[in-house]
């Protein structure tokens, strides 16, 4: 991928950015933010904690289990343990939507529960309240499951949620209950709490229903969390293709689903940050393999349904998938083209989440657009270099506080799908098995890689770079667009998407012609057309 | 989906809440002060969400700091994370206040923040900090407005100071809009009295773009007017239900003798006469020309539009300060608030209502409090509310229950310019009377199979 | 219902109008002079038609005396029944002005006003007698907005004079809104410039209740002020196919030397931005800090809010001039006008709008003048527009399309507070802003089956 | 009917109105402003013009026959010949509604049909562009009938809508078109257009079919115009009475059925003023007696009921009617019973209409309100003192110029319904037969009768009776408001109604005490609130 501008040094603009910091912390970001090579990828220091004082826009542990894994299941009733707050602000605040089979049918997420903590639990324990409302969520609505989460306090004053989840399941017979320790001091990001989740989703929900589904190609869907709809778009080209989807881990998901996802013979991996602990588990103990996919792009979309054929071998399901690509396409094509020529050459930032930062620079790409810089929010090495640096990762305090499960082999479901032979034959096809070969191999040479941005710097970076385009979250959002700069939400999508898959690349084309186009941009001056400081924009713009 | 919740009654656990967590208050009021950064004690999490959560309703970008505890930090104290926080954001933002508030997790571990600020300065030599204010503000008790009224109560305790009394008014203004808090210091300015209203984020979270480089957004109440109103000649304070013991304007009364007086926000002909009364008295001055033409124009409003509103039944939530008002107001125009709901826990809620609306009982008028959205949704299905009144969170009860939806207060997140609405003094009432008039009137014309065009 | 209407093309008949008759804006200006009472020369059903129109949108009361012809006057001549009508309308209201406009049919019989008039004045003895404006308004010529114009124009051709050059200003500002004129006093009185208003109907069509006894409602401008507009240094008048031959301030540049500064009507921050220029230009003052408060805002929550609106359709009608700056408007926020109608016929709309859109062909926005309803609601089959802006005449057709109307300018009688709406400036521009962007959101929200609670 | 109230002497009150007017003025309004004595009826002048410059809520001719009478028919198209004005304020301005059979059946009324007249046409004439103006409504509509309605300049420009009608008549074949001379200057107010449109629906539609509908007790409904679905109350009574509704005049209505309106048995009559014409032009020709009925207020309805059921002189008849009349009463007992304690005492004036004025006072004396003063806006002096003064009545030239059809008994369709002595007797059972008794007989002694109330004289009249509610048209909604008096349209209901009927009053009721006790009144200082003037209030008030 050429880039269509010019980029300025990025030694000089790493200096400009953390001059400001106090020696140690400049010191520390310094190893963040790291110029492009992709051919040489550097490495980039992740998942390390925040320095205390700096602004970012990292979530919690709590966040990460509740508000992303977990939440998108519809049919758990999910109960906070511990003050109002938390619970509150997980209440439909990401835009996961999911699609119950009637109007009849169980839906949680649009509730919050939970156990409104006040001192006197803080100082007496809260186990026997939280007891009393399992009891009362278990005779509201006879869910198939309940899980607790814990927040800050718990851990603090001793109540087990564990402890009382197993009595409580016990007790009420016919209700998965289960816990999560997901303290929102725990580990550096909400990274730690998808960790968590997994454990106790593989734990406590997978391999609970034996029961084998009709269908020829049977997958599960990992890390995708249906936000606007994405997962509905996935749903509908993997049907059209011939391909079941048996779990999703976990938009628009159920108990039910999850409990058979290890009856699937494929698994693929959209994010690979918030699962990739998924895929590893259940390929140890029933020998289902993983392989990554991504369906943000029309070219990536096209790749990923050849690559599940190939996987499967079949040739009416390749030829089937052929036809769906011819099918889709030139509805795209119709759309790319009138817009393209107003996107061309324009330039874009995206800093988000674990891998949105990096799939999402394919519809950059196919607009013509170069990424300037990108990092993620709470990813991990791995992420940005490849999975060949899982090995040379250092094991620090905070990921040392979060359980790593034991898994082994099933001694009665084990099954691997692929021999370690077919699996290299897939390997050397393209198709990335059990792998990740991260976000930088795909950025132009001197783009800058920066991991957990920083308020400070990304004002500065706008300041250097006058993107135009940013992509953060809702907390970037109007400070960057009191610079004059568009920003797009890639969280929660502000109102748009879906953005995956044929129909939803068509929607982020024209999310993304109204938004560079626009001449509200015009009216806001930006700081530097007052300042005096000369503008880079000259040597950069191609 | 079908659940017994309709004959549920009294629980343990709170479903859909109806109050916010107490430091979220703390921040908003922090942020009412000029070049002010709000921290929290904690978790970063808590810095994110309640950020993210701010941001929705008022579109503005929100910075708040974090000691950003580790697990280590939750076992040991968090002294040395504060210390650190403080100072990275002393030197990116160079503020000149940092608004410290806790959360549950210090607060549950027990730090004793005075006392690391105390050895803050006493490290970093005084001269060149930021002033430091404290709210104690752990999650597990109260909620979002407790958490408010604590930041401006020690904001005061902060700054204040004696001395000679000064020909000048406190406006202690509550949790309300920034369109308000612009409105209220309008009046004050037409009537011509120094004064100092506090806090002021009529600028800071309702602003322009940036044309220069902005690290804390400009506006809030400075300091040095703070630092004054100890020896203002009088403070007004909104709220019904806010204790002079919790409440700055106690604070100012009971330590350097500034007369309180406290009034519910003016929502209403009535309310608003009574705080128009108040500042003619405390200024010695007359109504300015411009308020009687607006009141006067509200009066004509609320003849022309009586006949649309008046006997429709409303059920109405929120902090329990705004439910207050909010039904006295609808009283006035005739409108029957059969509940009034509201998370918060004061104790006091019905008999300051009582006050306000003497036939309460005969009216069959519910007051609660300290009940949450499946509880009012109960309600609304026995009750059968022409409309709900209320912040965006009352959205997916109004759908389920086909009910309208009029969106004031606090949050607003399914709407735009929730942070331009207007609720106060005769400008405030116009909108929102003007408002339910019409969500009666589309109502009824979407409804009617004739579609008048005329109404 | 099967019709042919949409195969339609040019009609003779018009149906469903979008434009009403010319006496009706006449006595609408006539409202806006002091102690004025209008006056309609022709059939006592014209009075109370247009009577019954304007209250339905102001709610206000609205007196006009007729001569209230009968056959024997049609055939015979009005002079007898207007010199009547003159004496007991001056006897019950001791007027200062009577506004004299004509109708159909005292024009089509030829009645020859301004010699009545004479003659009456001869009889009675001018001394004691109420100043008469008079203006030729045959509702077959022309629209509402032509009487309104005539009347402006007839009012200071009868009052202004002459004379040393006065620190003073004149505003036409046409027929906008009471809220609207109410927010042009106040920019003029912050620049501290004298100014006169006219036609001023911010309080006669939105007052107050009635304390004492009004005969005539108290407001307006004086008709001192008009007599000095021709000494003024300037005359502002707002509208973009107002010629100067038929317009206030045409006449007094023409007459006395004022120079005509004619302008679209300020809506969108570009339009305000002129029409501020021009006032620093002619009161050589800088913008008042709120206003420019209130553009920074403006401009912040365009940004904020550019996503909702961007790349929307709209069909837009009502008069041209507003029709024009509307359009203008909308094209700032990205939104495309696809249908530009209007009633009216003035020749000039299109070359006016090209002036302040040049990309409109390109874009391939149409503009039609003279249309009436079934005109637009054929074109909204085809053109599918997102929403409808423009009066409550053209709920019908949204109701029947499914469009979402989004009410401005007049007649609105479908809705409460039409009078206080504001188009104009920042503010109005707010205003407008905010309404269409949540006009976008209440429809995303409720066509959702997932009723997005944060958006 | 006692006063609950002591009335003042209207005598000096009537100084009070007139004092402030020129002589001649003063003399003239004199006459028109009546005390009432219901024992033995005064003179009342009524139906003269309004003198210029004196603002009445009047309207015009045009407004009577187009706005009024034919207005609320669906399947007519209306085409009003004149500048924009006159169209464009009949334009959905009345609440009449109407209930086509089907989405898809007719409905012009939300039209607005003009042949838009120019400057061109008042010089050279307008027929032309009217015949092109007929000629696109048929080719757009294919309507059953077209209507030409006449405005001001049409009779000075001398345009011959009679003649167009016929001749675009003759060439359409399959439309009926005609037209009427409703020139706004003709006749003293919309009364001469009630009387024109009359004329018109009796030539031009009345007798075209002649098919006999089934039903064995079949009514035309006169004088009814479906503001606020008034008439759909009366149509689901008389239905549940099993009564047959042949045509209504025009509420609801069509031309097919006004066309068949000859077969009925009996016409009922509810506004007298609008009507009377048609019910008197049928009797001659066809032989079928009109009786007056009241279907405002409760007891007004079962008795309207229980004469049509003597009418027909039916056992059956009389016992279903009253079933009905014991079905319906007990929830409007329930609903009266709870507010009457809280509207008894109350005053109320009503200057309305040339029939509703009168009808309304049932409606308040059910809730034990007392009539004050009233009057009506076009009626003639048979409306106010009974039809017995119709021979008195002097004919002036105004009158004159309205064309009295001479309407003889039909050669073949003549057959009275009822002999001579059967009347007589119906007559001396209460039934109002072919005949009106008027508004005077029912009010109070020393109430105050005006018609053609000024806009000035009624601001007087609230000053010095202080009523809790002024019932009017929305021309003096505002200005009575202005005052702190609630004003109640009943004209156009405001957006309220049906007030018809047993449901109707029910309405009413509600919305009279929703007015009456609303607390926003008190926040109005009313003029008399400052004046000095000695209050009346002491001597009225029981």
Redesign the interface.
Known sequence: MPAKVNLPDPASITEELIN???AK?AKKRRKSIVANDPDTIPEVQANV???????????????GCKGVVLGPTRDIVN?VH????????????R?N?TR?ET?????YI??????????E??VFGGEK?LK??IQ??Y???HPKAIAIFS???V???GDDVHAVSREMKEKLGDCNVFGFSC????G??QSAGHHIANNGVFKHMVGNNNEIKPGKFKINLLGEYNIGGDAFEIERLLEKSGITLIASFSGNSTVGAMENAHTADLNIVQCHRSINYMGDMMETKYGIPWMKVNFVGVESTAKSLRKIAEYFGDAELKAKVEEVIAEEMPAVKEIIEEIRPRTEGKTAMLFVGGSRAHHYQDLFNELGMTTLSAGYEFAHRDDYEGREVLPNIKID??SK?IEELKVTADPELYNPRKSPEEIEELKAKGLEMNGYTGMMKQMVHKSLVIDDVS??ES?KLI?IYKPDIFCA???????V????V?LKQLH?Y???GPYTGFKGAVNFY??ID??VN????K?????W???ESESLEASYVA | ?????ST?TA???????C??????GACLAFRGIEKCVP?LH????????????L??HY????????????????VFGGSH??K??????T??YKPQVIGIAT???S???GDDVPMILKDYKAIMGEADLPTMIFAST????G?HIDGFHTAVRSAVQTFATGGAKKNMLNLFSGMISPADIRYLKEILKEFGMPFMLLPDYSQTLDG??????HRIPPGGTPTSAIADSGSAAASIEFGSTLEAKKSAAGYLEETFGVPRHSMPLPIGIKATDRFFALLEELTEKPMPEKYEDERRRLVDAYADGHKYVFGRKAILYGEEDLVISMAAFLREIGVVPVLCAS?GKSGLMKKRMLELIPDLEELEIQVREGVDFVDIENEAKVLKPDFLIGNSKGF?MSRKNELQLIRIGFPIHDRFGGQRLHHLGYKGTQELFDRIVNTVIEYRQNSSPVGYTYI
Chains 1, 4 share one sequence.
């Open positions: 400001k910091y106090p912390v904690r925040t320095v205390p004082g700096i602004i970012t826009q990292r979530g919690c542990s709590y966040a109960i511990g003050p109002i707050g938390c619970s509150f602000y997980a209440w439909l605040t835009r939507q119950p109007p009849e049918h169980e839906n649009t509730y919050c529960f939970s156990t409104d903590m006040q001192e639990h803080v309240k009393v409302a009362e969520a005779d509201l609505f927040t800050c306090p851990g603090l004053i303290e929102g001091y725990r550096v990001s305090a905070d506080n308020h400070y004002e300041e979250g809702i907390k970037k959002k109007y400070v667009q009191k610079m004059g568009p929660s502000d109102y748009g024209k999310d109204r938004m626009n001449p509200v941009w009216m806001i001056k930006a700081p057309e007052k300042a | 989906m079908t659940t017994n919740a549920m629980k343990t656990a709170t479903q859909n809440a109050k916010l967590c107490t430091p979220l921290f904690g978790s970063q999490g808590c810095a994110t969400y309640i950020r993210r959560y941001i929705s579109k503005e970008p929100i910075d708040i700091a974090s000691s950003n505890f580790n697990e280590e930090t939750a994370n504060l650190l926080g403080l100072k990275n954001v030197q990116q959360t549950c997790l607060e549950t571990i752990p999650s597990y008790t909620s322009g773009p940036w044309g220069e480089y998370g997916t």
